[in-house]
């Protein structure tokens, strides 16, 4: 069973940037996620990256902003926030992706129904 941390996240002013950092052991063979969690929304996709970290794929709310990277002999992936908006505030979650439909390269779900305690990005106007 896969456990991941996350860690990163923090209070910054619209337009700045952060960068998160997921770790986990055994990870470096899977595709991995990047999710978040806005209050009373929920949870969705952002990023993915496939194992070779080659390909990745991202929602088209921060297509051009974000950067999802990994580097496996750390069993670490990342997420570079960069052009944060207020409506990027959230949890945010990182775990085995899936891909849910070959057609749609933003349909990525999360293989495991378990989270982390996710960390929290807040946004200010």
């Known amino acids: 069973q896969v456990q991941l941390v996350e860690s990163g996240g923090g209070l910054v002013q619209a337009g700045g940037s952060l960068r998160l950092s997921c770790a986990g052991s055994g990870i470096s063979m899977y595709a991995m996620g990047w999710f978040r969690q806005a209050p009373g929304k929920e949870r969705e996709f952002v990023a993915a990256i496939n194992w070779t970290g080659l390909s990745t794929y991202y929602s088209d709310s921060v297509k051009g902003r974000f950067t999802i990277s990994r580097d496996n002999a750390k069993n670490t992936v990342y997420l570079q926030m960069n052009s944060l908006k207020p409506e990027d505030t959230a949890v945010y979650y990182c775990?085995?992706?899936?891909?849910?439909?070959?057609?749609?390269?933003?349909?990525?779900?999360?293989?495991?129904?378990?989270w982390g305690q996710g960390t929290q990005v807040t946004v200010s106007s």
């Open positions: 775990n085995v992706a899936v891909r849910k439909d070959a057609r749609d390269s933003t349909a990525w779900g999360a293989r495991y129904d378990y």
